[in-house]
């Protein structure tokens, strides 16, 4: 069972590329995230799609756009990097018919931009 | 908007017990749950707290009151493997459900 997928596990881009990071769930959830963490800032919602169809923006969703291709994937795309988005995107996904909705995060991909 | 509110490092003994506060504001709200972060790995799930009071799941136990926006979380027993960033994080209900919020998370630092 291999829960939330992401790749790449690291990258490295010059500013003013762009690149798409992949997402993948295999648990029939319903909600998926991308999330970045930056030292000492904690996880920062970018984008989110409550279920296949629909994305909504988190509270940093600028340079970003996302796309919600089935039930399984979810990416996040870059179109033209910035040093400022050097940063670990977390990847995750819950269930949302109600209760806990624990929330299941890939292993992260290490972007960096130079 | 929403805000969530913890302290940045708690540190303590080895077998000792640490709360870790978070308080919150934001409309919308459905439920918190708290994640274990160790360095380089991925958040992992605690506890969730959808109504008021104690929740225990062995030697950690989350408290949640909806009046006052407040939340903790406590580390019963600590080991040193507890050391680890812990966030708390609130679901919002929103047109679309399923929007998840994290706190900026607290480095809890165990010493022998």
């Known amino acids: 069972n291999a829960g939330v997928t992401q790749t790449p596990k690291f990258q490295v881009l010059k500013t003013g590329q762009s690149m798409t990071l992949q997402c993948a769930q295999d648990m029939n959830h319903n909600s998926m995230y991308w999330y970045r963490q930056d030292p000492g800032m904690g996880l920062r919602l970018i984008y989110y799609s409550a279920s296949e169809g629909t994305t909504d923006k988190g509270e940093v969703p600028n340079g970003y756009n996302v796309s919600r291709l089935n039930k399984r994937e979810f990416s996040l795309r870059l179109e033209s990097a910035a040093p400022s988005q050097t940063s670990v995107y977390f990847c995750?996904?819950?269930?949302?018919?109600?209760?806990?909705?624990?929330?299941?995060f890939g292993q992260g991909t290490r972007l960096t931009v130079v | 908007g929403q805000s969530l509110e913890q302290p940045s490092e708690v540190t303590a003994v080895e077998g000792a017990i640490v709360q870790i506060n978070c308080t919150y504001q934001?409309?919308?709200?459905?439920?918190l749950s708290w994640y274990q972060q160790h360095d380089g790995g991925a958040p992992t799930f605690l506890s969730y707290n959808g109504l008021d009071g104690l929740e225990e799941t062995g030697r950690f136990s989350s408290f949640l009151s909806r009046s006052k926006g407040y939340s903790y979380l406590l580390l019963k027993e600590l080991q040193m493997k507890d050391s680890a960033s812990y966030f708390c994080a609130v679901r919002v209900l929103t047109d679309s459900w399923g929007k998840l919020q994290f706190g900026a998370g607290t480095q809890v630092v165990v010493t022998p």
């Open positions: 934001t409309s919308g709200f459905y439920g």
């Open positions: 995750a996904s819950s269930e949302t018919s109600g209760g806990v909705g624990e929330a299941f």
